[in-house]
């Protein structure tokens, strides 16, 4: 059973940074496509950035060009850094693989992006 454990979230002001981290244990990490997801009040869970066993990447278009999603397999570990953050960024962050698996989701972290 793989367990995911997100952190790296907090409060930071429009223009700011943050990387998230996803740690992940159990199955074989090096070989899934994995991808960070995040969930506003009200909203869907949706895809913002993926990245294959070969470390391709993809990335939704709201986020084209100041998220980078990155991973290094000897820390079974996913990032993503997130720049020139902005308000409509606000959400929970979460990591799953993709396709998403429904009993893979971890807590999540909290991203609010105010001033």
């Known amino acids: 059973q793989v367990q995911l454990v997100e952190s790296g979230g907090g409060l930071v002001q429009p223009g700011g940074s943050l990387r998230l981290s996803c740690a992940a244990s159990?199955?074989?990490?090096?070989?899934?496509?994995m991808g960070w997801y995040r969930q506003a009040p009200g909203n869907e869970r949706d895809l913002v950035a993926s990245?294959?066993?070969?470390?391709?990447?993809n990335y939704a278009d709201s986020v084209k060009g100041r998220f980078t999603i990155s991973r290094d397999n000897a820390k079974n570990t996913v990032y993503l850094q997130m720049n020139s953050l902005k308000v409509e960024d606000t959400a929970v962050y979460y990591c799953n693989k993709i396709p998403r698996r429904p009993g893979y989701w971890g807590q999540g972290t909290q991203v609010t992006v105010s001033s």
């Open positions: 159990g199955g074989n990490f090096r070989l899934y496509t």
């Open positions: 990245i294959t066993s070969r470390a391709s990447t």
